[in-house]
């Protein structure tokens, strides 16, 4: 697990919105391209790739999304200032004042009109993107020669950890990415797995579960595994039965979300698993949000899959908070369930 923590630092500092996810893909590629038996990037921008096991006759595969929630350059005006949109499921309340980057390069910041010179009803008023001018300190000749319409736009946030959590923006997902370029590095000293696996690092997910479908059907599984980063609401605003996770408690697996009840069969291998290893392992108590999982039930003719989550406090804000002993004990338990194959019968 040498690699473990360096890959997450530097995995959720790279910009990449869904559909331009180019920065993490190459970054990924660079690391893994000389440690697997075949790799491929498809016309999406999904990149998988395969480590033959001692067993062929079975394959599984495993996905996270490179993608993180950001946001696109929709209008450039004359003052240096531009506008966004989302991408993806962004809350515009955490956007206010905060220091943003444009494709990874150009700083600039969300302008805020200051309190004392807001009326009555502005101060009740709700944050709304359409409202929020982003500051650049260009004049209107050298932005639109630097920021275009299309442009990519994402949190300007470093990963910063101590003894216990870290935090950064993008856990959800490059956690999941973290974890398989981990566990090929494994592979590659000379753990081979007992089956056949493929790393699918997939795209757009954010934005409805574009890649996961596209890359299941180039794969065609036998079971998959689903890695993420989830909502973990264990802050004092929120009562205690609405937590949905809680940093400290291990890993998530999910035995059902929106849109989709994940297979019993892989549920049960995975607690079975953790159990039988002294995994601390938590279920996620609330089924709201989606993940690939949703996707793969309705690809080709169904495929089983499982979902396995590092719980992530004030997840698609620039501060997202984990505890790394749940993002530690989340790989130990992948490395069991995939290269002694747990997660197939």
């Not at 309705?298 to 499982?306: A, K």
């Amino acid at each position: 697990m040498n690699n473990l923590l360096k890959y997450l630092s530097d995995l959720t500092e790279l910009p990449g919105i869904s559909g331009k996810e180019d920065k993490v893909r190459e970054y990924i590629l660079e690391k893994i391209k000389d440690k697997v038996d075949e790799y491929h990037v498809d016309v999406m921008g999904n990149l998988i790739t395969k480590v033959k096991g001692k067993d062929s006759s079975k394959k599984i595969m495993l996905l996270a999304h490179m993608d993180e929630v950001g946001f696109m350059v929709t209008k450039i005006n004359d003052d240096g200032t531009f506008h966004i949109s989302p991408v993806g499921g962004g809350d515009p309340r955490v956007v206010f004042s905060q220091r943003l980057m444009v494709n990874g390069q150009l700083l600039s910041v969300v302008q805020i009109k200051p309190i004392h010179l807001l009326s009555a009803n502005e101060r009740k008023s709700k944050p709304d993107y359409n409202n929020f001018k982003i500051y650049t300190g260009l004049d209107k000749n050298e932005i639109k020669k630097k920021v275009k319409i299309g442009d990519m736009v994402t949190f300007d946030t470093k990963f910063y950890m101590n003894e216990n959590r870290a935090i950064s923006k993008a856990f959800d997902d490059r956690a999941g990415c973290s974890w398989m370029m981990n566990l090929i590095d494994t592979i590659a000293e000379g753990e081979k797995p007992k089956y056949d696996t493929y790393f699918a690092f997939v795209v757009q997910e954010e934005v409805g579960l574009r890649g996961s479908g596209v890359a299941a059907h180039y794969i065609n599984p036998d079971v998959a595994l689903v890695l993420e980063g989830t909502t973990a609401g264990d802050y004092p605003l929120l009562d205690k039965d609405k937590w949905a996770t809680h940093l400290g408690d291990g890993p998530a697996t999910f035995f059902m979300h929106s849109g989709v009840v994940l297979s019993k069969d892989i549920f049960d291998r995975i607690v079975d698993t953790a159990k039988a290893n002294d995994i601390k392992l938590q279920f996620k108590m609330r089924t709201a949000g989606g993940t690939d999982a949703r996707r793969l039930a309705i690809t080709l003719d169904g495929i089983p899959s499982g979902i396995l989550a590092v719980p992530s406090r004030y997840i698609h804000s620039p501060n997202t908070i984990i505890d790394i002993n749940d993002y530690i004990n989340g790989y130990k338990l992948l490395e069991l369930l995939v290269l002694e194959g747990r997660i197939l019968k």
